[in-house]
């Protein structure tokens, strides 16, 4: 099994392309703050869960990248927040954002309490 055919994977991803579409839309001054946070933390759910999977035979260290995942995943929960607060977005697709947001979320907490599951090395 690859990282990319994970079902946690594949949402990250979803969702870090459905933020750069939707923030292609917010004001240029917003370039080098908001828009170029969201777009790396959305990112960075991603990467973290693809470098978390390589190094799985060492439970230790995979659970610390998906842990990193996990902060990077809240970090995209709270700038869609602002997103909302400063009128980016509406209160719909804040909505959905947030929902896959939580998603994710869970995902990656189930497999750090059961990295074995995921092809971790059992410690």
């Known amino acids: 099994m690859d990282y990319r ?21 917010f004001p240029r001054e917003e370039k080098f703050s908001l828009t170029d946070q969201i777009r790396r933390s959305s990112r960075s759910t991603c990467t973290n869960i693809g470098e978390g999977y390589r190094k799985r035979r060492f439970p230790a260290h995979f ?7 996990d902060m990077e995943n ?14 980016y977005i509406d209160e719909v697709i804040f909505n959905e954002l947030d929902q896959e947001v939580v998603e ?7 497999m750090m309490e059961n990295p074995e599951k995921f092809g971790a090395s059992k410690a």
Do not use: H, P
């Not at 659970?63 to 995942?69: I, R």
């Not at 809240?74 to 009128?87: D, G, H, P, R």
């Not at 994710?104 to 189930?110: H, K, P, Q």
């Open 63 to 69: 659970v610390s990248k998906l842990s990193d995942s």
């Open 74 to 87: 809240t970090e995209t929960q709270v700038w869609l927040s602002f997103s909302l607060a400063c009128k």
């Open 104 to 110: 994710i979320g869970r995902l990656l907490n189930y």
């Open 5 to 25: 055919d994970l079902i946690v994977y594949k949402k990250a991803f979803k969702l870090a392309m459905r933020i750069f579409e939707i923030s292609k839309n």
